[in-house]
């Protein structure tokens, strides 16, 4: 019923940034909570940032002044600006976020995930 699409993954220097986006498609009436995880390899999947339906953004302590949250309900996205990028900030990053439905099913949604790497 709902489809996630991340993008913005690269190749990049340490200090570079990127933004990443995540748009989501579908029958939808509400998205509630939005996230951003990454698992690097041989690592479980770590959430690193999330944003409420009003705006209110948190951050793992790893990422925080780094990476920013951001969202636009009017076109169902949800972005991770990326800025100092790490070495250690290498991995997919997949958004994912529980959604209402015009069936009145809510779920969790993910999507595919974009691939960060981080190497000089």
């Known amino acids: 019923q709902v489809q996630l699409v991340e993008s913005g993954g690269g190749s990049v220097q340490p200090g570079g940034s990127l933004r990443l986006s995540c748009a989501a498609s579908?029958?939808?009436?509400?998205?509630?909570?939005m996230n951003w995880y990454h698992q690097a390899p041989g690592k479980q999947r770590e959430l690193v940032a999330n944003?409420?339906?009003?705006?209110?953004?948190n951050y793992a302590d790893s990422v925080k002044d780094r990476f920013t949250i951001s969202r636009d309900n009017a076109k169902n996205t949800v972005y991770l600006q990326i800025n100092s990028l790490k070495p250690e900030d290498t991995a997919v990053y997949y958004c994912?976020?529980?959604?209402?439905?015009?069936?009145?099913?809510?779920?969790?949604?993910w999507g595919q995930g974009t691939q960060v790497t981080v190497s000089s």
């Open positions: 994912n976020a529980e959604i209402m439905t015009r069936n009145g099913w809510r779920q969790p949604y």
């Open positions: 579908g029958s939808i009436v509400t998205i509630y909570t």
């Open positions: 944003i409420t339906i009003g705006g209110r953004a």
